[in-house]
C-alpha cells in the first residue's frame, strides 16, 4: 500500500507543462467545432495528458520501489522469441554409494512456428531423452560390473561403501536468439576417473536444421578454422612455454604418430557463443594432455 500511497502522491501533484497547455488549446481553436465540445475536448486533453504521465510514473515507481512488481515485470516473455529451453525432468537419487543428478532440457517452440521447425525440434528432443537414459542406464552397468570385480579380486563391502560415485547431467543454454539457439548437454560419471561427453545442439529456428561449421563460417569454414585453431594454440604456448602441450604444436610432440594437429573438421564439437561466434570445443585428451581438459577456441567471425 505504501507504493500506491506514493505513486498517487505523484499524482496528485502532477503540473501540466504550460507550453503544452498552450499548443493544446491553439490547435482546438482552430478546429471548427462548437465551443461547448471544444471545451469538453480541451479538458479532456489535460486530464489524458496528466494520466498519461501519471501512469508512466506511477509504473517507475512500482518497478523501482516494489521487488514483487519489479520481478513481475522481468517475467514478462520477450516478443518475437520462438523458442525457450525448460527442464522437464530434474531428479537426484543416491543408491548404495552412487549419487545421481540429472536436469533434462527441453526445447519448445510456439506453435506458430513452421511445421518443419516443429517436427525438427521434436526430434531433437527425443535425441537429448535417449542420449540421457541411454547415459545413465549405461553408468549404472558399467558400476555393477565395476563392482563385482572389485569384491572378486579381494575387496570388501565395506571398502566399496567407501568409494563416492558420481553421476551427473546437466545443460547449459549457449547462445539464443529469434533465430538460432546453441545448447550444451554435458553428461559425466565421476569414480575411479573421470569420464565425460558433451553434446552440442546448434539449431536454425528457422528452418529447424541443425547448423554446421560451413553454415556458420562459409565453404572453407574447416580450413579457417584449423588456421585459427592452431594460431592460438600457438600464441598459448608463448605464454605459457612450460604448461601447455598441444599435440603437434609443440617440437617435443611434432610428428609423432598419434600426435598430430587435431585440426577442425565436420566432426568437430562446437557452439555459439554469447556474441553469437562459434566456438570450437575440444574435448579432454582430443587436443593435449588430459591434465590440460577441454580447450577451446572462439573463431572470429568474417
Given at each position: 500500500?505504501?507504493?500506491?500511497?506514493?505513486?498517487k502522491?505523484?499524482y496528485?501533484?502532477?503540473?501540466?507543462?504550460?507550453?503544452?497547455?498552450?499548443?493544446?488549446?491553439?490547435?482546438?481553436e482552430?478546429?471548427?467545432?462548437?465551443?461547448?465540445?471544444?471545451?469538453?475536448?480541451?479538458?479532456?486533453?489535460?486530464?489524458?495528458?496528466?494520466?498519461?504521465?501519471?501512469?508512466?510514473?506511477?509504473?517507475?515507481?512500482?518497478?523501482?520501489t516494489?521487488?514483487?512488481?519489479?520481478?513481475e515485470?522481468?517475467?514478462?516473455?520477450?516478443?518475437?522469441?520462438?523458442?525457450k529451453?525448460?527442464?522437464?525432468?530434474?531428479?537426484?537419487t543416491?543408491?548404495?554409494?552412487?549419487t545421481?543428478?540429472?536436469e533434462?532440457?527441453e526445447?519448445?517452440v510456439?506453435?506458430?512456428?513452421?511445421?518443419?521447425?516443429q517436427?525438427?525440434?521434436?526430434?531433437?528432443?527425443?535425441?537429448?531423452?535417449?542420449?540421457v537414459?541411454?547415459?545413465?542406464?549405461?553408468?549404472?552397468?558399467?558400476?555393477?560390473?565395476?563392482?563385482?570385480?572389485?569384491?572378486?579380486?579381494?575387496?570388501?563391502?565395506?571398502?566399496?561403501?567407501?568409494?563416492?560415485?558420481d553421476?551427473?547431467?546437466?545443460?547449459?543454454v549457449?547462445?539464443?536468439?529469434?533465430?538460432?539457439?546453441s545448447?550444451?548437454?554435458?553428461?559425466?560419471?565421476?569414480?575411479f576417473?573421470?569420464?565425460?561427453?558433451?553434446h552440442?545442439?546448434?539449431i536454425?529456428l528457422?528452418?529447424g536444421k541443425?547448423?554446421?561449421?560451413?553454415?556458420?563460417?562459409g565453404?572453407?569454414?574447416y580450413?579457417?578454422?584449423?588456421?585459427?585453431?592452431?594460431?592460438?594454440?600457438?600464441?598459448?604456448i608463448?605464454?605459457?612455454?612450460?604448461?601447455?602441450?598441444?599435440?603437434?604444436?609443440?617440437?617435443?610432440?611434432?610428428?609423432?604418430d598419434?600426435?598430430?594437429?587435431?585440426?577442425?573438421?565436420e566432426?568437430?564439437?562446437?557452439?555459439?557463443?554469447?556474441?553469437?561466434?562459434?566456438?570450437?570445443?575440444?574435448n579432454?585428451?582430443?587436443a593435449?594432455?588430459g591434465?590440460?581438459?577441454?580447450?577451446e577456441?572462439?573463431?572470429?567471425?568474417?
Open positions: 500500500m505504501r507504493d500506491l500511497k506514493d505513486a502522491d505523484i496528485d501533484h502532477i503540473v501540466v507543462p504550460e507550453e503544452l497547455d498552450h499548443r493544446l488549446r491553439e490547435a482546438l482552430n478546429t471548427p467545432t462548437p465551443q461547448k465540445k471544444t471545451a469538453n475536448v480541451v479538458k479532456f486533453s489535460r486530464w489524458a495528458a496528466t494520466a498519461a504521465a501519471a501512469l508512466f510514473l506511477c509504473f517507475t515507481v512500482g518497478l523501482n516494489s521487488e514483487s512488481f519489479a520481478m515485470m522481468s517475467e514478462l516473455p520477450i516478443i518475437g522469441t520462438v523458442a529451453v525448460l527442464t522437464v525432468r530434474s531428479y537426484e543416491t543408491t548404495d554409494n552412487t545421481t543428478t540429472v533434462v532440457p526445447v519448445q510456439e506453435e506458430a512456428a513452421a511445421k518443419e521447425v517436427n525438427a525440434i521434436t526430434d531433437i528432443n527425443t535425441q537429448i531423452q535417449t542420449l537414459d541411454e547415459f545413465t542406464a549405461q553408468k549404472y552397468a558399467e558400476i555393477d560390473e565395476y563392482k563385482e570385480a572389485f569384491l572378486e579380486t579381494g575387496g570388501t563391502e565395506e571398502e566399496w561403501a567407501e568409494r563416492s560415485i553421476i551427473n547431467v546437466n545443460y547449459e549457449k547462445h539464443q536468439s529469434e533465430t538460432t539457439l545448447l550444451l548437454v554435458d553428461a559425466w560419471i565421476s569414480w576417473n573421470f569420464q565425460e561427453e558433451r552440442f545442439y546448434n536454425d528457422v528452418t541443425e547448423l554446421t561449421l560451413v553454415d556458420l563460417l565453404e572453407d569454414a580450413e579457417y578454422a584449423a588456421d585459427q585453431v592452431y594460431a592460438q594454440m600457438q600464441e598459448r608463448a605464454e605459457d612455454p612450460e604448461g601447455l602441450i598441444y599435440w603437434g604444436i609443440n617440437d617435443s610432440t611434432d610428428g609423432i598419434g600426435f598430430d594437429f587435431i585440426g577442425v573438421s566432426e568437430t564439437p562446437f557452439y555459439i557463443n554469447s556474441a553469437g561466434n562459434v566456438v570450437i570445443s575440444y579432454k585428451y582430443d593435449g594432455p591434465y590440460m581438459g577441454v580447450q577456441f572462439e573463431i572470429p567471425a568474417r
